[in-house]
């Protein structure tokens, strides 16, 4: 089997099984899982190995930079805390449950943290593909739980994996400095990069340019952290974070329109190939499974994802209502949502790509020459809790997203009527010094107030009236587009609703650029 052979299998099995769940409506993950099962079932790709080190510097940067894009800066900063406890608290119970679990089995305890730091993380493929029909506030909370838990648990992994190949022992201290050090100093790289790279933007005029400098920037986030040593995760997602506020005022309409045509297209197809991937990876899983039985592995892999469920579903029906027993606060009273709509939360816990990488990067011997024991029952008991949790909690989410009965997110309505009718003020109080400047006749000015006011197209007769409106409506244009960022900057509209009015500004930007 050669690159371009699995480039071209994989690309072909996204493609099927994105149209196949279309015509269905079965779960596009456990699709793509399936078919790539059946791949690794082949002779070509019998042999077949997924590199870790592909998926984390590879497809990781790429995704958690344009998930950290498309995310709203400001629910995330109202929500922190309760993101801030998922992606640390809670990616800590769960590798304390699956140790304890594991080592009941009779696995050791050194291993059994490995397989806990594995499988701590939700994946951010995984929770992107199955929960957009979410609301809002949960949406942005799932999101970027599965961005930041990546950061805790390579950290965590790290530490285990030191003890059980004897690099170093464990200690308290020595644990949280390492979480010290990896998150400070990924935030600093990556608000770092970010700054850097809009001193960049604003120097180039090309759109191309622009889009080149879009494909690369996670992974000038991501490398310099990782050769310091600190979280590229977090590296990424901040400098993504960083550039989704800056970028309204550093990047054109058109610049803009390409970046986002290509990370749809990019984010798509890489999360489809890591399912395939992780499905090719599965057959191998099981030959290369010699330590314990297939039934006494698959038994652990099932207790184990009872565990990562269990204690998934304990800390959503716990914490929350300790925090909430603590802090009496009426702006949090008002946030609080019921026990059903808590299920979601609950439920949206799959793993994927990542924890399969991170287990694969678990050295087969230790710092003395001896084989790792029961390695190979971590790589198995991996991919089991990733089939188990994306066969159960993938195609059931809709149904616990129904019956939770969200309420319709009028804030979010309420927000893009605010913009549109402050971008329409904006721009008729603007109207009259632009027409004056650009020598538009009263006649086409009153049209483009009429236009503004009931959506009529203006319709002038010469060429020169034509250009002289068309610059007319591309500075109007820059004064909605101003008014939406001061909005959002301000507060009262968030980045998602920015990004919803910024699409049809940006359509209608290079429409008129291109008369």
């Known amino acids: 089997m050669d690159s371009l052979e699995l480039i071209v299998v994989v690309a072909v099995a996204v493609l099927l099984m994105g149209w196949l769940s279309r015509r269905t409506g079965l779960s596009e993950p456990l699709l793509l899982l399936a078919a790539g099962a059946l791949v690794g079932l082949t002779p070509s790709f019998a042999s ?17 930079y344009w ?14 805390r309760s993101i801030a406890l998922q992606c640390t608290g809670l990616v800590l119970a769960t590798a304390v449950s699956v140790a304890v679990v594991a080592h009941t089995l009779g696995y050791g305890w050194p291993i059994a943290f490995v397989l806990g730091a594995v499988l701590a993380p939700t994946d951010a493929a995984a929770v992107a593909a199955v929960a957009r029909a979410m609301p809002r506030r949960i949406l942005t909370v799932l999101r970027t739980e599965s961005l930041l838990n990546d950061g805790t648990e390579l950290v965590l992994l790290a530490v285990t994996i030191d003890v059980v190949t004897g690099e170093h022992l464990f200690s308290w201290s020595g644990t949280a400095l390492a979480f010290v050090e990896s998150y400070a100093g990924g935030i600093l790289i990556g608000a770092a990069v970010a700054l850097l790279l809009i001193q960049v933007r604003c120097r180039l005029t090309e759109p191309l340019l622009h889009s080149v400098l879009s494909v690369a920037t996670p992974f000038l986030a991501y490398l310099p952290a990782e050769l310091l040593h600190v979280s590229g995760v977090l590296a990424v997602v901040v400098c993504g974070l960083v550039s989704s506020w800056f970028g309204p005022r550093v990047i054109g309409s ?19 190939a890591l399912f395939v991937l992780v499905g090719i990876q599965l057959p191998a899983a099981v030959r290369a499974l010699t330590s314990v039985s297939l039934l006494q592995a698959t038994t652990a892999g099932l207790a184990v994802s009872v565990a990562v469920l269990g204690t998934r579903l304990l800390w959503f029906y716990s914490v929350p209502y300790l925090v909430r027993l603590l802090d009496r606060r009426p702006q949090q009273r008002d946030r609080r949502i019921t026990a059903p709509q808590r299920l979601p939360l609950a439920w949206a816990g799959m793993r994927g790509a990542i924890s399969l990488a991170a287990a694969l990067t678990v050295p087969a011997t230790t710092a003395d020459g001896h084989a790792v024991g029961q390695r190979d029952a971590v790589v198995f008991i991996t991919t089991v809790v990733i089939v188990v949790t994306l066969a159960l ?23 893009l009527t605010l913009a549109r009718c402050r971008l329409s003020s904006a721009a008729l109080d603007a109207l009259p010094e632009l027409a004056e400047r650009f020598g538009v006749p009263e006649e086409d000015t009153a049209r483009m107030v009429q236009d503004i006011e009931d959506r009529t ?17 591309l500075a109007l244009l820059q004064v909605k587009r101003d008014t939406l960022t001061d909005l959002r900057d301000s507060g009262r509209i968030d980045d998602i609703v920015l990004r919803s009015v910024q699409e049809v500004l940006d359509v209608e930007e290079v429409r008129l650029g291109r008369h």
């Open 48 to 64: 077949f190995a997924l590199s870790p080190d592909v998926v984390l510097f590879l497809f990781l940067p790429a995704l958690l």
């Open 457 to 473: 197209a203006p319709a002038p007769d010469s060429a020169h009236r034509r250009e002289s409106l068309r610059h007319l409506q």
């Open 254 to 272: 058109e610049a803009r329109i390409q970046a986002v045509a290509f990370w749809e297209v990019a984010s798509y197809l890489l999360n489809g």
């Open 67 to 80: 998930e950290a894009l498309t995310s709203s800066v400001r629910e995330i900063r109202t929500n922190f």
């Open 393 to 415: 909690l993938g195609p059931t989410l809709p149904a616990v997203v129904r019956r939770a009965r969200f309420p319709a997110d009028a804030d979010k309505s309420a927000e």
